[in-house]
Structure formats: C-alpha cells, structure tokens
C-alpha cells in the first residue's frame, strides 16, 4: 500500500498515533480522534513505516514512495 504524502487512518476512538522506521524508533506522535485522521507523511524520507495506534496497538506497514 504505498503512500506519498499523506494517509486517513479511521479509529473508533480517540487514541494516539504512531509512526516507527523499520528499526523501531518513534517518529511521530499524534493524537488521534474518533473517525477520520490525516496523518502527514512530508517530513519522512522514501522507504518503510508502520503505523499503530497505542491502545489498539495494531500495526500496519505502509511504504512511502
């Protein structure tokens, strides 16, 4: 599922948003509400992400082209 510059993540509650490189290190935080979130991509580098959510805590991969 690759990306540019921007992706919608859709929660079911408020939650925080987190974007971590393939090493495990935290890139962005974001508190998220309830429904649609844009989560702005632009300050990352082209390569491979993953997004969770902290409480939910399930991961997705995405690619930033």
């Excluded at 599922?1 to 890139?27: A, C, F, M, T, W």
């Amino acid at each position: 599922n690759p990306v540019r510059d921007q992706v919608h993540i859709i929660l079911g509650r408020e939650d925080v948003i987190l974007v971590y490189s393939v090493s495990g290190i935290k890139l962005l935080q974001l508190e998220g509400k309830t429904g649609d979130n844009l989560v702005d991509l632009r300050s990352l580098a082209r390569g491979i992400y993953f997004i969770r959510t902290k409480a939910g805590g399930q991961q997705t991969k995405i690619i930033k082209q």
